[in-house]
């Protein structure tokens, strides 16, 4: 363990520091400034005597023409070209008493007047020739002084005597030397007071202990730098007065371009000029430099290429490193630069590992994200934001970090919590990579992605106009060809939720560029205030896009159309004829845009053909291909056998999984375990995944859950959703889990060899929960997780304990039953009639799973226990919620919408069970399982219903007077929804059961009752299942609460 001491910081004043210098070393060098306007002309030396004399003769100045500032505390306002004149001017404040406020010279006249009067400025200081460039000098003149400080020749040459500065750092400590501000980015900016202890940290922080044989990422020593660093960030901007400071305070030089605009190739040639071997420059910088080959060549001279102010593009990184050391500076205003250790493996340039006892603290705020947070301690010598805010015990920065996949002490910067874009379906996801990745194209100068609020996320480009005019693009579209390659890059990345349409891409106004900060990050709320009205046409104009039926119904006519309509939606034109391109990144919203754009086109084109593609077909139909096929027999009149077609499907998929289940030993050699179980737990950070994960936590007799997920950052999301559902074993307990990231149809799960064999050693229980829920896709979309049943056999065949698996399957298995099948009620067996199960994809995917598990237990031995599942509901409790995006929520969510309730729910009665008493349940059923051994190798069934029924009819008054709602005919209510033609992502938000209209009209309008199920074999050996209550209106009213709907929202 690393300890910091108190006898190894110190309490320095800059100013201090340059006098002593001054008089113990005058010749050492402090910096290095450029003859003139062109590297050409070279630079010259700035010693500590220099800058000491330019110093004195500056204060004597200030004194003279403004009078001392000691008495009050008074503020001098410094404006002017990005040179060593704002260094001069800072320390000749701080010797003659004076606050030194630096403003950006970007802000505007409000912003600068506001400041002015925040900071309690006495006057604005100016270098010969910039007055013109004071933001409202003709507001200024009149109201206060505006005064030009003397060129720099005079300060260098003149001989001045040695303006006295013995103030001691213990009363200077905690008194403001430092104004600068915020950028302003949701409002006026405003001050931020910098004191002269905060100055001090940059000194402290050099000295601050590190492990042995580890580096700071910081530069501070000049013999690892080569003598001096080339900086170009600006003086009022953290980084640039970290370089001065460091001059000071550890003698490493800093060296500057000339002053004029920034671009790559002064930089590349002041670098060639000067031959120092380190640089600290902006990524946007550094990104343009490496756009050609010598500046890439340049860079890789270097020995320390340092970067900061906003993350470096991973595809730079990537082309730089191993070339040049690359060191990512971290910090703000407010905390100063933070100390990170430069990584042991270059692999890892992109992340940060802070140092030990410096009491940075990571805490996790959503999905894979933590927040930097700083507690206080003992460390104020070194963190800059207890100088900042002297009462601040804790400070939480709002800087979000993702940390690396196996290395766990690294994290990655992904941007600031006010970047989150949280969609309207309350997905959340971070857009700064994706816009790294895309801004690396040369061809695009920012990139922004916006949806706050939206239901899906867009894209605005600045182009790099230059190239765009040199290039003569003929139009937005054949830009767009040209950089897609690298949006698909991007989507790549990024979740599913988050991937940017190309109808959903815009391009700039040359007119009107991107506002960005001072240190060079696109200001985001901002720019989408100026793109407001281009980003409400974007989404007004969702899916409109060309598209034109043919004149003849042929096959091949109608191919081409299908195939035009699902690019346009999935805009990724790999999508080949008999992909599923709902395994290629196709959701519901493109699902409803692809079926009402079919049949805009169809009726469009020819009224007479009678036409109407609905979302049911376009789901039954996941491919070109088949959906083409499907429309061509639509319209010549073909007809199929469906209940054929269905008996072979699922047969075909049976077959396919059944015959590769064979045993690997006989079954005499299965063992039995005794009180110690290991669990395997598929799905746990869904909802009912997490309460069985909490049921597990609590039982003693587990030692060891292994948690299968197939999202990599499953711990964080686990963390989130037990502190959201009020889950608190997860604190407890939770040394137990360990976190496992699975590829569901992959052989072996997708696991490494040594971790499948881990499991394989150890596990006994297998509980198999994850699943996609959806019920209008097609049998086929689900068979990658039919594969994972097999698999999850297999691994039980090959276990050393055989783990019994237990199967979460559903209901909707055998509510196709029919008492001419042989019994009143649907038994709780296996039923192995396809009939039995309803006509609906989800349904059929868990029979043929059921299925599987009966093979396994017939021919193999393997012990397995279906769990048929009814409707679960939301919680009993007020933590948690019901899934608004389920059939319930989305039906009650839009009757609030439209103001009209169905008074009937089909034929079924509620037979529901609150998600937290079926994780009860579940778990009494494998006690129960697992102790009886004379079935244990054997298939068994168990039917999750409540055998407590309600009806809809007894709860609805209570629901209507909640929501304020008109019970109305269950085909009055769908065809409020099917009247809404062409819904907008505005409709889709505010009903989201038209998502799910072809999934209403089955249930609410159907004839046929759904079957009675037997569950006395269940409540037999589930005493929560034997006493539960029936759906309440309490629990209703809980629901409504979660929802934020009902009066009592």
């Known amino acids: 363990m690393v300890h910091f001491h108190k006898d190894e910081i110190s309490g320095r004043l800059l100013a201090s520091v340059v006098d002593e210098k001054a008089r113990k070393h005058p010749h050492q060098k402090f910096c290095i400034l450029p003859n003139g306007e062109s590297p050409r002309e070279g630079f010259y030396d700035v010693t500590f005597e220099d800058i000491a004399r330019a110093v004195d003769q500056m204060s004597w100045w200030i004194a003279r023409t403004l009078g001392p500032g000691d008495e009050d505390d008074q503020t001098l306002a410094y404006l002017g070209t990005n ?11 701080n010797k003659t008493g004076y606050r030194l406020f630096l403003p950006s010279p970007r802000n505007s006249t409000e912003a600068f007047l506001h400041l002015l009067k925040e900071t309690n400025t006495k006057a604005v200081l100016h270098p010969p020739g910039f007055k013109e460039h004071i933001p409202g000098v003709g507001r200024l003149v009149t109201t206060m002084e505006i005064v030009e400080i003397p060129w720099l020749n005079e300060l260098w040459r003149k001989q001045t005597s040695s303006y006295s500065y013995i103030k001691s750092f213990r009363e200077e400590q905690d008194r403001i030397a430092l104004i600068v501000h915020t950028s302003g980015t949701t409002g006026l900016p405003k001050p931020i007071f910098l004191t002269h202890g905060y100055c001090a940290t940059v000194d402290n922080v050099r000295n601050f202990p590190l492990p042995k044989g580890r580096r700071s990422s910081i530069p501070c020593n000049p013999l690892f730098e080569g003598g001096a660093v080339l900086t170009v960030f600006p003086f009022f901007h953290i980084v640039g007065f970290f370089f001065f400071a460091q001059a000071v305070f550890s003698g490493l030089p800093f060296a500057t371009p000339p002053s004029k605009p920034l671009s790559g190739d002064l930089v590349v040639k002041t670098l060639r000029e000067l031959r120092v071997v380190s640089a600290a420059l902006p990524p946007s910088l550094i990104e343009n430099i490496c756009s050609s080959d010598f500046g890439l060549k340049t860079l890789t001279q270097l020995n320390n290429l340092y970067f900061g102010g906003a993350p470096l593009s991973p595809e730079i990184g990537e082309m730089l490193r191993g070339r040049v050391k690359l060191n990512s500076l971290i ?3 407010e905390m100063g630069i933070l100390l990170s250790m430069r990584p042991l493996d270059e692999a890892d340039w992109s992340y940060f590992e802070w140092a030990p006892n410096f009491n940075i603290h990571m805490d996790p705020v959503s999905d894979n994200f933590y927040e930097l947070v700083l507690r206080r301690g003992d460390n104020r010598e070194v963190n800059g934001i207890f100088h900042s805010f002297p009462s601040l015990l804790e400070y939480r920065s709002k800087d979000l970090y993702t940390r690396h996949p196996t290395k766990k002490h690294l994290w990655k910067y992904s941007g600031r919590s006010d970047d989150i874009i949280v969609l309207s379906n309350g997905e959340k996801f971070n857009p700064v990579d994706m816009e790294k990745i895309i801004e690396a194209h040369p061809l695009v100068s920012r990139a922004l992605i916006v949806g706050q609020g939206r239901f899906h996320s867009a894209l605005l480009i600045e182009p790099n106009w230059e190239l765009w005019h040199s290039r003569k693009f003929p139009s937005d579209s054949a830009f767009l060809d040209e950089i897609w390659p690298k949006i698909r890059e991007a989507n790549a990345g990024a979740p599913a939720y988050g991937r940017v349409m190309r109808s959903k891409i815009a391009l700039a106004d040359e007119n009107k560029p991107f506002k960005t900060t001072p240190k060079g990050t696109t200001q985001r709320r901002l720019v989408q205030q100026d793109y407001e009205d281009l980003i409400e046409t974007l989404y007004r104009n969702d899916h409109k896009k060309d598209l034109e039926c043919p004149d003849e119904g042929y096959l091949a006519n109608i191919l081409i159309f299908i195939r035009q309509a699902v690019h346009n939606q999935l805009e990724d034109k790999n999508v080949h004829d008999a992909d599923d391109f709902y395994e290629a990144g196709f959701d519901s ?15 469009s084109k020819h009224p007479d053909w009678s036409l109407s593609i609905n979302i049911h077909d376009v789901y039954a139909h996941p491919t070109i291909a088949s959906l083409s096929q499907y429309v061509t027999d639509r319209l010549q009149g073909n007809k199929t056998d469906t209940k054929a077609l269905r008996y072979e499907r699922i047969n075909h998929m049976i077959q396919k999984y059944r015959d590769s289940l064979r045993p690997e030993r006989p079954f005499t050699m299965w063992r039995k375990r005794g009180n110690q179980h290991v669990v395997l737990l598929t799905g746990s950070t869904g909802s009912l995944g997490s309460y069985i994960l909490n049921q597990l936590l609590s039982d003693h007799t587990v030692v060891k859950i292994y948690c299968l997920n197939r999202s990599a950052d499953a711990e964080t999301r686990q963390r989130q959703v037990h502190v959201e559902r009020g889950l608190g074993l997860w604190q407890t307990g939770g040394e137990r889990v360990e976190f496992v990231k699975a590829v569901f149809g992959d052989d072996k799960l997708g696991l490494s060899e040594s971790k499948y064999n881990t499991l394989l050693a150890t596990v006994d229980i ?11 896709r097609r049998v086929e979309s689900f068979e990658s997780l039919i594969k994972s049943v097999r698999d999850l056999l297999a691994f039980s ?12 399957s559903s209901i909707s298995t055998i509510y196709g039953w029919d008492p001419t099948m042989g019994r009143p009620s649907a038994p709780e067996d296996i039923i192995e009639n396809p009939d039995a199960v309803l006509e609906q994809g989800y349904a059929e995917s868990k029979h043929i799973a059921e299925r599987l598990c009966y093979e396994a237990s017939k021919t193999a031995g393997v012990p397995t226990t279906i769990l048929r599942v009814g409707q679960i509901g939301g919680p009993t409790r007020a933590e948690g919620i019901w899934n608004r995006n389920e059939w319930f929520p989305s039906l009650i969510a839009t009757s609030a919408r439209i103001g009209k309730i169905p008074t009937s729910l089909g034929t079924n009665e509620v037979d529901w069970i609150p998600v937290d008493s079926l994780a009860e349940i579940i778990m009494e059923i494998i006690h129960s399982r697992l102790g009886t051994h004379s079935s244990s190798a054997s298939a068994a069934c168990f039917h999750i219903v409540n055998p407590k029924k309600t009806s809809w009819k007894s709860l609805l008054p209570f629901v209507q007077s909640k929501l304020n709602v008109a019970p109305v005919a269950a085909s009055e209510w769908i065809s409020n929804l099917k009247n809404v033609i062409d819904p907008t992502e505005e409709d889709l938000l505010q009903m989201p059961a038209l998502k799910l209209l072809d999934f209403y009209r089955g249930l609410l309008l159907s004839d046929s009752p759904l079957a009675d199920v037997e569950v006395r074999n269940t409540m037999k050996i589930s005493p929560t299942l034997a006493n539960l209550h029936p759906i309440s209106e309490q629990m209703i009213k809980n629901w409504l609460w979660q929802w934020g709907l009902g009066e009592d929202s």
Request: charged residues 10%; contains cysteine; hydrophobic residues 50%.
């Open 589 to 603: 919203l493109q699902t409803v845009f692809l079926a009402n754009t079919l049949s805009s086109a169809i009726k």
């Open 331 to 333: 910090g703000s205003t």
């Open 83 to 93: 040179d060593i004149r704002y260094i001069i001017v800072f320390l000749a404040c």
């Open 797 to 808: 065949l090959r276990g050393y304990w055989c783990p019994h698996l237990f199967f979460v």
């Open 766 to 776: 297998t509980i198999h929960n994850a699943w996609k829920l959806d019920f209008n």
